[in-house]
Every structure is written in structure tokens, then in C-alpha cells.
């Protein structure tokens, strides 16, 4: 009996003195989930023309017209550029539809989804389509717009590095913000 006794006391002053020692050390927790604080600047616009269409676009970037009245604007700080391209209307908006729209399905292979957004402006006569591509596509976020007579633009958003959409999602929203106000005042010549 006073073996068992003994015994007891011993693996029970054994476990408190094993507690104490353990409970001396910093507890170590989890580190919680952390997300890149990325500030990017509110953005400035000016207006920028060419002689079939205009639209505004931010100061922040570099803007470089062709011959064809095709746009790159380059944004240096974010390794990115939206693409423009443009052609005239002569009875072939359905085609130029089509090919706007086919842009878009060819990044559905690495595509998580497409989500379109159309454009509307009945005042100034310019209709569109935003399309946003999740996923790591090459061009996360593409458009057109028209006045469905004269001018059609098309233009892409691309980065220059490999498309991994969770590191570049938040310059994907800070240049969707630059697009849209893009659409929204654009406006063509009526030559």
C-alpha cells in the first residue's frame, strides 16, 4: 500500500514540476493570415485625343499613339499597360463584336470565370462591354466600346510579368477604376 502511495506522489509531483517547466515557455500561437498593404495613388486624369476618339486617362501614365490611332498606356510602377486598338466601322459591327468577344473566350482556358459588364451611354452615344477575367489569364480585364456607326476601340489590360491573379489582384482593381472612367468619357468625332 505504500508502494502505491509512494508511487502516486511521485508521478504526481513529477507532472506538476513537468507543468511548471512547460508552463515557463512563451506560448505559441498561430500567426495570423497577412495581406500585402499595396497604397497606390488616387488618380489625376487629363485628356487624351486622338483625332478619331478622346478619352481621359490618369497622369500617371505614359501614352504612346500609332499611326492606326492604336494606344498603348503604359503604367510604369505597376509593370502594366492597357492596349488599345482601334478601327472604323463600315458595315461590320457584328464582326467587330465578335472579335472583341473572342479576345475574351481565348484566356477562358486559364480562367476561373468571366464576368461581363455592359456599357451605356445614351447621351454621348457610346456603348460597350467591360469583361473581367479571374484567374491567372494573361489580360484580367478587357473591353470595346462603340458608337455602333463610325469608331470601334477595343483595349486589354496586360502585365509584364507571369499572371498570378492573387498577387496582382489588387492593380487588377486599381486599374479597373482607370478603365471604367475610360469608357465613361470616351467620346468619338463625328467626321
Given at each position: ?5 509512494l508511487?502516486?506522489?511521485?508521478t ?13 515557455k ?8 497577412a495581406?500585402l ?5 488616387s488618380?489625376n ?6 483625332v478619331?476618339y ?8 505614359t ?8 494606344m ?8 502594366a ?10 458595315n461590320?459591327?457584328?464582326e ?21 459588364e455592359?456599357f ?5 452615344k457610346?456603348?460597350?462591354k ?6 491567372n ?5 478587357q473591353?470595346?466600346?462603340t458608337?455602333?456607326?463610325?469608331h470601334f476601340?477595343?483595349g486589354?489590360?496586360?502585365f509584364n510579368t507571369?499572371?498570378?491573379y ?9 486599374l479597373?477604376?482607370d ?7 470616351t467620346?468619338f468625332?463625328?467626321?
Amino acid at each position: 500500500m505504500k508502494s502505491k502511495n509512494l508511487h502516486f506522489k511521485i508521478t504526481l509531483g513529477l507532472l506538476i514540476i513537468s507543468s511548471l517547466l512547460n508552463s515557463c515557455k512563451e506560448d505559441t500561437l498561430p500567426k495570423p493570415k497577412a495581406f500585402l498593404r499595396l497604397e497606390y495613388p488616387s488618380s489625376n486624369y487629363q485628356l487624351t485625343q486622338t483625332v478619331p476618339y478622346q478619352f481621359e486617362t490618369s497622369k500617371k501614365a505614359t501614352i504612346l499613339v500609332n499611326n492606326k490611332y492604336w494606344m498603348k498606356i503604359k503604367y510604369p510602377k505597376l509593370n502594366a499597360s492597357i492596349d488599345i486598338t482601334y478601327r472604323p466601322v463600315k458595315n461590320n459591327i457584328l464582326e467587330l463584336l465578335l472579335e472583341a468577344e473572342k479576345l475574351t473566350t481565348k484566356h477562358a482556358v486559364k480562367a476561373d470565370a468571366i464576368y461581363g459588364e455592359v456599357f451605356e451611354d445614351n447621351i454621348n452615344k457610346v456603348y460597350g462591354k467591360l469583361n473581367n477575367v479571374t484567374g491567372n489569364a494573361a489580360s484580367p480585364l478587357q473591353f470595346h466600346v462603340t458608337d455602333s456607326v463610325h469608331h470601334f476601340i477595343t483595349g486589354a489590360i496586360y502585365f509584364n510579368t507571369q499572371p498570378n491573379y492573387d498577387s496582382i489582384y489588387p492593380a487588377i482593381k486599381y486599374l479597373e477604376k482607370d478603365l471604367i472612367h475610360l469608357m465613361s468619357t470616351t467620346r468619338f468625332s463625328t467626321n
